[in-house]
């Protein structure tokens, strides 16, 4: 495809005509999403809100069920012929028809098996008869172990009452003997007034074990999204969101539903059964009245602070998150598709802008190189001629005075006739001599180490830096790691120059007292970090032409390894560089 072709296509993406095609279709596809999830959001919800109701009418008949069963259970006992005949027998007969009122109460407490204690308390608060369930073996409570009930709410509350009235307690944990039942035992109290004639003789008194409800409650609740709470009249949890929110007002803690849902116990109170959502969800609320039709009596809620109403609210709470689940993954789906659509319209157009793209980066990327190579490649020139020089520099002055010397001190021995004088000539000829051997090994070190092709990296390395050590005092912390295997004589030389350069630089430009030095050699590449706790500087304003930088960078991906600089101002310098060693020979 030609350049202009390129250029014609990428100025039709970006021509009107282009955009008066693509926004309206992009716009109808969006009102489309839009209409469709509006109404899914709107289908969810009625049908979250048809479920909470359902659910707190469901548990709310359950509770009335269970309720009203228990009542009929007390007046049926309460009109049973055995306990009239107790009630009205002279004091001589009433021990044995005490015997079979309790048999009767022992077989209709096993028969039913939801009932904690059966009791009769006479006119004064006292125990009589008390049948406890004792986990399904029912059993009738000694004489000695009755007590007196004249204190308890129940008791004076129900004493009040008429023929035929059931008082209902508030649930609350069961108390014996003033303290909690341990295990607790959930407990509503059905009580109801014993006449002999017109005379109160006393009370009948159910202990429902209110655990089998609670139980129900959350067999059928199971299935439900949400949360199910079953609350008293003062809002404090039954039923909670965990076991520690239970029963605050029987143990002591405050957590209530008011404590979580603030706003929302206002909106409960006030609805009394209904349904309401907040941003917090949806609530759905259904009240329970047990005895809403006996007669109110003055003062009897602060008469005992247990004395409690025994209303009782279901609510289920369905979270704002939930509400919403299904209709976002609708969203989301929807949304995707809307994608599709615009990168099928878009595909094309787009590929062209990308290749395009590309082409420009790949082209820039090339002059970069380019430039950088012909940097390089000036630098390295000008490099080459200034060590050229200096080494010419050193050969003329260094080893050319060293030589002179030598010659002259030869010519003087061979022309004296004193052979103290000759042997002293001769003597300061060698010692030039050997001053011209070491500083031709210094400068044939500094050209090409020979450790490097003797013993090996590693120990050229090592040798470098004890050099380094002792020519500029900072001090190398070095951790060499290599793991037996020869490394490519490319690569090692490229590496040691690497590390050369990095060195001199620490010297010239960090100002720091140690330099670290990491090499690891492991068979699959080879990693170098040198790290100096300098003064380092801003990368972005260094100059990018920079000969060492450049070359440490070239020498690197010339092995195809990677080059990394890392700098800031007072926290010094890293360099890393890391080349595989797989298919070097």
């Not at 390129?6 to 489309?32: A, E, Y």
């Not at 035929?164 to 649930?171: A, E, K, L, R, W």
């Not at 602060?302 to 709470?317: H, I, Q, R, W, Y």
């Not at 976002?328 to 615009?342: A, E, K, P, S, W």
């Amino acid at each position: 495809m030609s350049e202009h072709r390129r250029v014609g296509l990428l100025s039709s993406l970006l021509s009107p005509r282009f955009w008066v095609i693509f926004l309206p279709l992009s716009l109808v596809t969006g009102w489309v999403v839009l209409v469709l999830y509006q109404k899914d959001v709107a289908n969810e919800r009625l049908l979250h809100e048809q479920a909470g109701a359902h659910l707190v009418d469901l548990l709310g008949n359950i509770i009335t069920s269970e309720l009203k069963t228990a009542e009929s259970d007390l007046l049926y006992l309460a009109n049973q012929a055995p306990l009239r005949s107790y009630l009205e027998a002279a004091e001589g007969e009433q021990e044995e028809l005490q015997k079979e009122l309790q048999n009767e109460y022992l077989l209709f407490s096993k028969q039913r098996g939801v009932y904690d204690q059966i009791r009769y308390l006479d006119a004064s608060g006292q125990e009589k008869i008390r049948i406890n369930y004792d986990g399904g073996q029912p059993i009738a409570v000694p004489e000695k172990e009755l007590q007196n009930k004249a204190d308890r709410y129940y008791f004076w509350r129900s004493m009040r009452l008429e023929r035929g009235q059931v008082f209902v307690s508030p649930f609350d944990l069961n108390q014996e003997h003033g303290k909690i039942e341990e295990p607790h035992k959930p407990t509503v109290r059905f009580c109801t007034p014993v006449f002999e004639g017109k005379t109160v003789r006393g009370v009948l008194v159910l202990n429902y074990l209110g655990a089998r409800l609670l139980d129900k409650l959350a067999q059928v609740s199971k299935t439900f999204p949400g949360r199910v709470l079953l609350l008293n009249y003062d809002g404090f949890f039954l039923r909670g969101p965990s076991a520690e929110d239970e029963w605050g007002f029987n143990l002591g803690h405050q957590r209530s539903f008011a404590t979580y849902f603030p706003e929302e116990w206002k909106r409960v109170i006030q609805v009394g059964s209904g349904q309401f959502q907040t941003e917090r969800g949806l609530f759905s609320v259904r009240g329970i009245f047990p005895g809403a039709d006996l007669p109110a009596v003055s003062g009897w809620r602060t008469g005992d602070p247990d004395a409690g109403d025994p209303s009782l609210k279901v609510v289920s709470f369905t979270p704002a998150e939930l509400l919403d689940r299904r209709s976002t993954l609708l969203l989301q789906r929807l949304l995707l598709l809307y994608g599709v659509i615009l990168v099928v319209n878009l595909a094309l157009a787009w590929y062209l802008a990308y290749a395009g793209a590309v082409r420009q980066k790949h082209e820039r990327q090339l002059a970069d190189s380019e430039a950088r190579l012909r940097s390089l490649s000036t630098k390295l020139l000008t490099a080459q001629e200034d060590e050229r020089r200096s080494l010419s520099r050193d050969l003329h002055d260094a080893l050319g005075q060293v030589v002179t010397a030598v010659s002259l001190d030869l010519r003087r021995a061979s022309q004296t006739p004193e052979v103290e004088k000759k042997n002293e000539l001769v003597g300061r000829a060698l010692s030039g001599t050997d001053s011209l051997l070491d500083r031709i090994h210094e400068i044939s070190a500094r050209v090409r180490p020979a450790l490097l092709d003797d013993l090996g990296l590693k120990d050229a390395v090592q040798s470098l830096l004890s050099e380094f050590e002792h020519r500029t005092s900072i001090v190398p912390k070095t951790e060499l790691r290599f793991d037996g295997r020869d490394v490519p004589a490319m690569v090692r030389d490229n590496v040691y120059r690497i590390l050369q350069e990095a060195l001199t630089n620490v010297s010239r430009h960090a100002k720091a007292a140690e330099v670290f030095v990491n090499l690891t050699v492991d068979g699959q590449k080879l990693d170098l970090t040198v790290r100096d706790p300098g003064v380092g500087f801003s990368p972005e304003l260094l100059d990018g032409k920079r000969l060492g930088l450049l070359g440490m960078r070239e020498r690197a991906e010339l092995l195809d390894g990677t080059f990394s600089l890392k700098s800031e101002p007072q926290q010094g310098t890293e360099i890393r560089v890391t080349i595989p060693l797989v298919g070097k020979n």
